[in-house]
């Protein structure tokens, strides 16, 4: 079976800072990976993911992670946190065999400060 | 841009009633899928269907649930009897292909009281 975990349930950053989110997965073989982001009262939006090839992803807003598979890690970070930033983010894994369906993380919430 | 919607966006119930939880996926996606999340707890997968029937569900997903596609562009959740339990988040997705991104709409706050 799939697992994700996502290392801090928050983290806090200043405007400007380095943000770095977490998260590693336990698999037989190496899934496809994703990026989710959460803001208040919204739906999940995608980030960016991981199918093959490059294993630096860039997504959105400036986001981007790398898939370690070493590691079995697929971090997500942004070099300079902005306000808008602030939301929460869930890491999830989907198999490449059969079977769709994603796995989350438990989610990081990610405050901004000024 | 196309997207999922979600209808309602609040839900409050009475525990043992019925509710319909309805979605609109993206008009030229064939896979669908319903996640819940439970205030504080990680998003959980219920179901996913395909060509009118269900490919996969978890163990949550009992005999309570049901999920239809009674017409070419709605996408339904039932909960037969509500239990307090079942307050939650409850997202659909959809997906072009089972190996594609799925895209979520914004979710029904399901209250049971």
């Known amino acids: 079976a799939q697992s994700v975990t996502q290392l801090g349930s928050h983290v806090s950053v200043s405007e400007g800072a380095l943000v770095l989110l977490r998260c590693n997965y336990s698999?037989?073989?190496?899934?496809?990976l994703f990026w989710y982001v959460q803001y208040p009262n919204q739906g999940l939006q995608l980030l960016l993911k991981y199918t093959t090839g490059a294993t630096l992803v860039k997504g959105i807003n400036g986001f981007e992670a790398e898939f370690k598979k070493s590691e079995t890690s697929f971090h997500l970070t942004k070099p300079s946190a902005h306000m808008s930033d602030a939301a929460e983010y869930f890491c999830a894994v989907r198999g490449r065999a059969a079977g769709n369906k994603l796995t989350f993380g438990g989610g990081t919430r990610v405050l901004v400060k000024p | 841009e196309p997207e999922v919607t979600q209808t309602p966006s609040h839900q409050v119930t009475q525990m043992g009633q019925e509710v319909i939880l309805r979605c609109v996926p993206i008009s030229n996606h064939l896979y669908f899928y319903w996640y819940r999340q439970i205030l504080g707890q990680k998003v959980e997968f219920l179901v996913s269907f395909y060509n009118n029937e269900i490919s996969e569900k978890s163990e949550i997903f009992d005999d309570q649930f049901s999920v239809e596609r009674p017409d070419g562009s709605n996408f339904t959740l039932k909960i037969r009897s509500t239990k307090l339990e079942d307050s939650a988040m409850y997202f659909c997705?959809?997906?072009?292909?089972?190996?594609?991104?799925?895209?979520f709409g914004p979710g029904t706050r399901l209250t049971v009281l």
């Open positions: 698999s037989s073989v190496p899934p496809y």
């Open positions: 997705a959809s997906a072009v292909e089972d190996t594609d991104t799925q895209y």
